[in-house]
């Protein structure tokens, strides 16, 4: 069983929807929860960052973490075409390669017009 | 503004040819990573460095090699042991003790 298990997607949604983004994983010993958006050819550019359980809110996005079932989520308000792209759950604990991180295969979002 | 410099962004490689793809930080972070993504795989963890003079295999070390002789700076050599380089490549960094990792815009290599 890989450690982070993400659904690929596609998921297509029109704009103003919310958006719900999840990870499962395995490993109970990660502490550092992030979400990462990539566009095309382009690197992955964090946007929120959880240490441990709870909600993080920044503007339209909400991370969760619920360390008791191994799941974390990113939801999306008034979703816009430019959120279009994937999202990437990465997560990480302290090991014997510091604190690389364990990445999801992502999930590619599409919003319509 | 600081960030992270990955050049070239796009590189070519003929048959039994070795390459070496550039990460510059300005950032001041003592740990940086290589990673390899691949369509449907995810990112994969190539090599990583904590400090200085120092750094460790990842997950697909083979056919791979890095140095890591200024703190800003983690060059990444492809090998022409490397039977499948054709991907595209991110280098990351952070400070370390469980910070969010920041990543450059990535090196695509092909095979010519």
């Known amino acids: 069983q890989k450690e982070v298990e993400q659904d690929p997607g596609p998921l297509s949604v029109p704009e103003g929807a919310i958006v719900s983004l999840n990870c499962t994983y395995s490993?109970?010993?990660?502490?550092?929860f992030m979400w990462y958006r990539q566009y095309s050819r382009k690197g992955p550019e964090l946007l929120m960052y959880?240490?441990?359980?709870g909600n993080k809110e920044d503007g339209r996005f909400t991370a969760q973490v619920d360390k008791s079932s191994k799941y974390i989520s990113l939801f999306i308000r008034d979703s816009q075409p430019s959120d279009s792209a994937t999202y990437l759950c990465?997560?990480?604990?302290?090991?014997?390669?510091?604190?690389?991180?364990?990445f999801g295969k992502g999930t590619s979002l599409l919003v319509t017009p | 503004d600081g960030g992270i410099t990955q050049s070239p962004k796009y590189l070519f490689r003929k048959e039994g040819q070795n390459v070496t793809l550039s990460c510059e930080q300005n950032?001041?972070?003592?740990?940086m990573y290589w990673y390899r993504q691949d369509p449907g795989q995810g990112l994969r963890l190539i090599y990583y460095?904590?400090?200085?003079?120092?750094?460790q295999k990842g997950d697909i070390a083979e056919g791979y090699s890095v140095s890591r002789e200024k703190k800003e700076s983690f060059p990444l050599t492809v090998t022409s042991a490397q039977k499948n380089p054709t991907a595209f490549y991110l280098c990351?960094?952070?400070?370390?003790?469980?910070?969010?990792?920041?990543f450059g815009d990535g090196t695509r290599l092909s095979i010519l």
């Open positions: 990351a960094s952070t400070l370390n003790r469980g910070q969010p990792q920041h």
């Open positions: 490993n109970s010993a990660f502490q550092y």
């Open positions: 959880t240490y441990s359980s």
């Open positions: 990465a997560m990480s604990a302290r090991s014997n390669s510091g604190y690389a991180l364990n």
């Open positions: 950032l001041n972070h003592d740990a």
């Open positions: 460095s904590q400090i200085v003079n120092d750094f």
